[in-house]
Each structure stands twice: as C-alpha cells, then as structure tokens.
C-alpha cells in the first residue's frame, strides 16, 4: 500500500547534538512538507518541496534544515540551534494537483534530554 | 493571508447524538475545502473534501456543507460513537501563488457512552 513513512517513531536529542528525521513516501507525489505540532497547538510549517532539489522555508525555518535529492524523500534535520526541538513532527506529500488532499505520516516524537 | 477558525473548547456530546463541528474562514474564496481526523500521537487523515459549488457531501455518517456566503463548513457525524473520538482539523489549499495549505487548529471531540 502507498503512504508516508516517517522514522524513528521515538528520537531522544542531547543538547548540542543534530538528528535527522527520515520522510519517505512511494506515492509518487511532488510536494512535500514538514510540520511541527506542539501539545494542544495546530500545524506549523517548516519546510516545504514542490519539486527534487528544490525546498522553501516555512513559518518556523530557524534551527532546522531540509534536502531534496530524490523524490520520494524529504529528511528533516533539528540542528543544535534550535533551542526547543522537543515536539511531535510530521512530514506530508500532496500530489501538487487540484483538489489533491495531504497524506500525512505517523509522525516522530523528539524529546530532548 | 487566509485564516481558520475552528472552536477550540472540546465537544461533549453522548453516543448516538449528532455531532457537529464548524470551521470558519477568512479572506478569500477557496475552490474547495478538506476535513481530516487526528487521534492522539498519529498524523491527521484525510476524510473528506467539498467543492466551492458543493452544499453538502455524505460519506457514510459523515455530512459537510460548505456555505461560501457565510464563509464556514459544518461537519456533522450522525449516530456518534465513542470510537469518533479525536480531533478534527479543516483545511484550505493554497492560495494566491502559493503552495502552502491553511489547517485550522482543529476541534476535539468527545463521545461518551
């Protein structure tokens, strides 16, 4: 079945340290997206890719970076300069055409500790 | 830039009743509108999407009607169950040249047996 893979479920950070979230989806899908959801809040951007190599900051860029070497991924790096990592992150991909809707992942818990 | 106003008090309601949920927009004049379900420590999912020149669309227990005058779409689950508990966001796509999508906050619901 196609959808979005996103791991580790659970991810601890030390303090100082970089962790990479890995987003995979094999559903051919163009755009995706990176979301930060803290407890009680809605959906914050990050990150967003509409096509490979191509990638545009979102609402909360700052202390996080992105790449797109291939299609079907789009890992998301918590740097050390992101002085509060600790939150639940969920990667997206649409189709990019009209009416597409957003097939979401199962999201990475990052605790830091 | 558009916004989504969804209740953020939680919905009590007994099981069997007829929940309804709004979500209120601002700014521009969507072509569509999409509703997905979130349950605790999961990505949202995709439930259902209504077209500007679309009152209402069914699926199964689930009604939306989108009003375009009024600027809002109400979500309604007929026969509620407990297992219709979560939180349900609305969402509208990009606009203005953009390829960011707007989710609302979302609302939670609670059906007790």
């Not at chain 2, 009590?12 to 605790?40: F, H, M, V």
């Amino acid at each position: 079945d196609g959808g979005i893979t996103q791991s580790p479920k659970y991810l601890f950070r030390k303090e100082g340290q970089n962790v990479t979230l890995s987003c995979e989806q094999n559903l051919n899908h163009d755009a995706m997206y990176w979301y930060r959801q803290d407890p009680g809040q809605g959906l914050r951007l990050i990150y967003y890719s509409q096509i490979v190599n191509d990638f545009q900051k979102g609402d909360i860029a700052e202390g996080y970076s992105v790449s797109r070497e291939k299609k079907e991924s789009f890992p998301l790096t918590v740097t050390s300069a992101q002085k509060n990592p600790t939150a639940f992150y969920l990667c997206a991909s649409t189709p990019g055409h009209l009416f597409g809707g957003y097939t979401f992942g199962s999201g990475t818990r990052l605790t830091v500790v | 830039s558009q916004k989504i106003e969804q209740n953020s008090e939680a919905l009590n309601i007994q099981e069997g009743k007829t929940a309804t949920l709004t979500c209120n927009y601002t700014n521009y004049s969507p072509a569509y509108l999409q509703w997905y379900r979130q349950d605790p420590g999961r990505g949202p999912v995709f439930l259902l999407l209504i077209r500007e020149n679309e009152k209402e669309k069914r699926k199964e227990r689930l009604k939306v009607t989108f009003d375009t005058t009024l600027k809002q779409s109400l979500f309604h689950i007929t026969a509620s169950q407990p297992a219709d508990s979560a939180t349900y966001l609305c969402a509208l796509p990009p606009s203005g040249g953009s390829y960011i999508p707007t989710f609302g906050r979302g609302t939670s619901l609670i059906v007790h047996p």
